[in-house]
């Protein structure tokens, strides 16, 4: 698990539940990765530019629609099964991993 910076999301209308495409920067090892999360009802695409996540980047790439989302976001579950982020309350690099 790396942290990253997401440098551009934008909605997904072709996904069958709703959800973000995600570009995140994961520093200059990696490079910037895609991802498809399902954020919408905690969050606005454009809240998510510029925060710090936190994924899974050594899983295969898969597939949904037109789309290839290449690494998992983390995040908890609330009571309504709805996603909410992993959040770092200090700041640390792109690329940084997870302990």
Do not use: C
């Not at 973000?20 to 920067?25: A, V």
């Not at 530019?49 to 983390?74: C, D, T, Y």
């Amino acid at each position: 698990m790396r942290v990253g910076v997401v440098t551009d999301a934008r909605d997904f209308p072709e996904a069958r539940k709703p959800a973000y495409r995600l570009w995140i920067d994961f520093g200059p090892e990696l490079g910037v990765k895609r991802s498809s999360a399902q954020l919408t009802a905690h969050y606005g695409a454009a809240e998510l530019i510029g925060r710090r996540v936190v994924a899974v980047v050594n899983f295969a790439p898969k597939q949904i629609g037109p789309f290839v989302s290449e690494v998992l976001l983390m995040g908890a579950y609330d009571e309504r099964g709805e996603v909410i982020l992993l959040s770092l309350d200090q700041p640390v690099a792109p690329g940084s991993k997870i302990g």
